[in-house]
């Protein structure tokens, strides 16, 4: 069964950093497209950040120049470093893989999520 394991979160002031980590398990990591979501209680899940299998980036508007997306395929893991924070930024942050198979069809997983607060 293929996991996707997150950690590092935790409560950080405003202003302050953090760095999200998701571990990929029994899946060929280097074929997933790799995102991270985040979910505010009320609100829906959003796409904050992705990385492509080849390494090619995409930021949503509201985390652009604060957050970035990295990934180390010879960890399976797929990093989100964020600076800046602010209250707005607290939510449950998920990772998800994506890969393309042939035809239409698809391949992703979830992971649990962790918890960001920002809090003073």
């Known amino acids: 069964q293929a996991q996707l394991v997150e950690s590092g979160g935790g409560l950080v002031q405003p202003g302050g950093s953090l760095r999200l980590s998701c571990a990929a398990s029994?899946?060929?990591?280097?074929?997933?497209?790799m995102s991270w979501y985040r979910q505010a209680p009320g609100k829906e899940r959003d796409l904050v950040a992705s990385i492509t299998s080849g390494g090619s980036t995409n930021y949503a508007d509201f985390v652009k120049g604060r957050f970035t997306i990295s990934r180390d395929n010879a960890k399976n893991t797929v990093y989100l470093s964020m600076n800046t924070l602010q209250s707005e930024d607290t939510a449950v942050y998920y990772c998800?893989?994506?890969?393309?198979?042939?035809?239409?069809?698809?391949?992703?997983?979830w992971g649990q999520g962790t918890q960001v607060t920002v809090s003073s």
């Open positions: 029994r899946i060929t990591f280097s074929m997933y497209d």
């Open positions: 998800y893989g994506r890969r393309r198979l042939r035809g239409s069809s698809v391949l992703d997983y």
